[in-house]
DNA sequence: CACGATTATATCGTGCACGATATATATGGC
DNA sequence: GCCATATATATCGTGCACGATATAATCGTG
């Protein structure tokens, strides 16, 4: 069996996530992030405590080869400061820096923005996401 | 406002779109190919007369910048000739070679395996195809 | 407490993906 | 026919993203 692209559902997902991408870049482009950079600054200003490149890793579904650099990019832009865990010096932890919080409230309007975008109401959103969320997970599972 | 990236949709079809490239990865490795490539190569099964870069880059959503290095790359794989069109030299046209062709019934099986990983039926993931399409359609519009 | 195994992060090589720009060909108005 | 403009593809630089591997620190078992 072949099929053309519009008519697989990897590609439906392929080309919604590129043009999700291609929807937050003028929002980013203001603020001087990448979407990845903004994913993980995401993470980081709903943590708690500073956590691990593998805590971040976890949540956000990167590789340390994908994230090492991304938070050195962060890092050398001032938003995160990056230092050795006293307790265990393998582990590394990231904190907001300063700059990396004051970032938080000048992207609060990026959300909305992108809501608007979507042109779904709030229970569509919701529920999309849920599906989405679900057929990742059984994809990484199985 | 600030959400976790578990909250945001956009997290959702980015980390799906990840998880669908990592399902195709093994079946794809086996060929040679990695998912964009394959997604080029299904627009290339499916067509009638050989396409412009252009008409496939309109297919599958990706700029020049991007197609011709993986086209160059699937040239020297052997599966598919770029030559220059006789009528208008600024176009190029892509052809099948007698491998490209022969690898789409070594591809036959894939799909299948994809929807088994997917776990949903028939008329769920048509469904869910046609919304997650119709918001990357919505989102390039607007 | 010594040393092999495990864990955490980092590095390297390849291949997307895009915006900006370059190059080459074609088109249209004069 | 000539030149400005438009079009098609290609090139370049940056930043993901991954698998494979390296490095360094910790842990476990004897």
Known sequence: MTLRPADMLCFALYSAAQAMQQAYRPLLD???LTYPQYIVLSALWAAEDPPRVSDIGREVGL???TLTPLLKRLEAAGLVARQ???????QVRIRLTEAGRALQAR???VPG???EKTGLD??????????VAALGQR???G
Chains 1, 2 share one sequence.
Do not use: K, N, P, Q
């Open 63 to 65: 590789e340390s080869s």
């Open 122 to 131: 709030e229970a569509a959103l919701v529920a999309l996401r849920d599906e």
């Open 107 to 109: 992207a609060a309007h």
């Open 113 to 115: 923005c992108i809501f």
């Open 139 to 141: 994809l990484r599972a």
């Open 84 to 90: 050795r865990d006293a307790r265990d010096e393998r």
């Open 30 to 32: 203001a603020l001087g």
